[in-house]
């Protein structure tokens, strides 16, 4: 089965899931000391939404928190007063994906302003840049940028809360935002330090947002989207690929969402 996109075809017998699926049977949330998703039957006079308490179907009433219980995408809602959904105009698109090493604050030279350490480990600006330029795909345009650290199945079982996992630098962020990426993919919790001081920079960098309150801020419509927890298994190659972004139509800053990857044919 292919699907055209553009001059190319995809192969969507391959078609592979980088999504981690909210749960909620877990006894703690993923990220930020915050509780994991929860599930209730609902009840009503007679009525128990639980099949397995006799009811003749099951309803249940979800608790979660999208930024903290699986892979979830964000818009400039995220950071703004006024609320508004997260908006994805372009979910079919084409999008690199490359694999990178955090290395040591201290080892780059990139800048970061608010909380931070010189023995935390960051995605930087040359990380990136050397890594979507050894793909040799100069003539590619894609929007979407994957970018995996670390083996998918870690990813998939890791408890970020209080471990300071790894983060991107404001200016690999400008770098993502400039170089024409609209839809940015991480398999971290944050593209920010874990506690950066409230800065939230990399997402300001990305979003194109100035520093400081927003509580009145009047942000122009922006089809920028931020992923983040995703989990990227090891035998899926750095390369070129179309990306599927499903998210939940939550009128919200952020919603559960699901990133989808399938390669393009005959694309050397």
């Known amino acids: 089965m292919r699907l055209r996109l553009g001059d190319l075809d995809v192969d969507l017998r391959a078609l592979r899931d980088l999504s981690i699926p909210v749960r909620f049977d877990d006894d703690d949330g993923r990220a930020f000391h915050l509780p994991p998703a929860t599930s209730a039957p609902v009840q009503a006079g007679s009525f128990v939404g639980d099949v397995r308490r006799g009811g003749s179907c099951n309803c249940e009433t979800h608790t979660l928190t999208p930024h903290a219980d699986g892979t979830h995408t964000e818009g400039p809602g995220h950071l703004l007063g006024p609320r508004s959904a997260v908006v994805v105009p372009d979910p079919v698109c084409a999008a690199l994906l490359i694999r990178v090493e955090p290395r040591l604050l201290g080892d780059s030279v990139d800048d970061v302003a608010g909380n931070h350490r010189h023995d935390d480990l960051v995605i930087d600006r040359q990380l990136i840049e050397d890594a979507v330029d050894a793909l040799a795909l100069a003539a590619f345009a894609p929007l979407g940028l994957v970018i995996a650290s670390a083996a998918g199945d870690l990813r998939r079982r890791q408890r970020h809360s209080g471990r300071n996992p790894p ?41 194109d947002l100035p520093p400081g309150p927003l509580t009145d801020f009047a942000a122009a419509a922006s089809p920028r989207t931020v ?16 990306l599927f972004l499903q998210v939940a139509p939550f009128v919200a800053d952020a919603a559960p969402s699901r990133a989808l990857i399938a390669p393009f044919e005959g694309l050397a």
């Not at 690999?172 to 330090?193: I, N």
């Open 227 to 242: 992923t983040e927890l995703i989990a990227v298994d090891d035998d899926i190659a750095a390369g070129a690929y179309a």
């Open 167 to 207: 983060y991107l630098t404001p200016d690999a962020a400008t770098w993502v935002r400039e170089r024409g990426f609209v839809h940015l993919l991480v398999d971290l919790p944050s593209v920010d330090r874990q506690d950066d001081g409230g800065l939230l920079a990399a997402h300001r960098a990305f979003f």
